[in-house]
Structures are given as structure tokens and as C-alpha cells.
């Protein structure tokens, strides 16, 4: 049986087929108007026309056989990490000043150099000296810290042993390198010196 006119082909959406016929009513009018004529402005129309009817249709528009993918913008933005960078970059330059430093130091074990001379020894340590007369001076130009047993790797210790009072280098374990070590530079236990006064980051 012929279907009626009008009626629309059984499995396809009524707004489909009507949207359908509307675009092909569109596109006869327009072929009517230009005849044989070379494209114009009106065909651009048409063809813009059919395809808003194609997407109210509901059809996902397409260029060749790929479908059209939204670009998301990256959330992650560059400016939010750098100051954490920033951190970490100095961290690492001070954790390998540190290493320098102990490294110096730890090299001159054994030596006699530097009895008495204990705030040159911790200077030269950091690539530097004459910044400071005495350890004593040293400690009271310092941000002070008084948890003397846990001076991190690194921290200056101070006690006071003398009018001059005496310094090491902390090796954050417990332990310091000082130039007075049984009479030379060596390793001892943090409370090897007596009246600890208490640490302080090296400014060098």
C-alpha cells in the first residue's frame, strides 16, 4: 500500500521527517531560483538552512568523517606551580651547600690546624671566614634555637665553654664535626661539649 502523503515512514521521528521535508522544500525553491546559474550567495543559504535543520534535528555535525571534539583548556596552569619550584629549587641549592660544607670539614679529620680556632673552622667549612671574632659573637648574631640535641644537619652548635665559647657543625644524626675533637677535627657526639647553649642556621 502506497503511504499517504504527508504521513512519515514507519521508525523514523515525526519532527525528523518533517524537518526532512522542510529542507528539501528549501533546496527546490533555491535550485528553481538560481537554474544553471554558477554558485552564489543563495546556495551558501541553502545549504546553511539544511544544515540548522540538520542539527535540530538532533545529528552531530561532521567535518569529512571525523566528528567535531570540543577542545578543553589544560586546568593545570604553569603560574600555580612556580612558586613551588621555586621552593624546591632552593632547598636543593641549600641541601648541596650543606654537603659542601661537611664534606670540607669531615676532609680536615685528623688535623691540628684548627685548635682554638674553632669559628675559622666552621667558616672555611663554608668557602668563607672573618666574619665573626669569636664563636660566642657568632651565636649572639644568630635566630637562636635552644633543642640543642636536634640541630639539623648542617646547624651551627654552640656552647659555652670559655669566654670565646666554642662551635661545631652539626651532622643532623646526633652528632657534630668540631675542630676540638680530642685536640683535632673529628666526630663526637652532640654533648660531647659542655653548657650547650644551642643551634643556629649558618648565614654563610
Known sequence: MTAALGAAPVGVHPLTAVLGIAAGAVGA???GAVGTHAPSRADHSVATVAADLHLTAGSTPAVGNASVVPVQADPTS?????????KAAGLQQQARKVDAAIARFES?????NYENWCER???????TQGHYASAIQDWESQDQHSDWRHAPRGAMVFYDTSSDGHVALSLG???VVSSSAHHQVGIVPVDYFQRPLGWAYAPY
Open 29 to 31: 525553491a533555491a535550485l
Open 78 to 86: 604553569l603560574a600555580a606551580t612556580v612558586p613551588e619550584l621555586t
Open 108 to 112: 680536615k679529620i685528623g688535623s691540628t
Open 121 to 127: 673552622a666552621v667558616e672555611n667549612a663554608f668557602g
Open 173 to 175: 644524626d646526633g652528632r
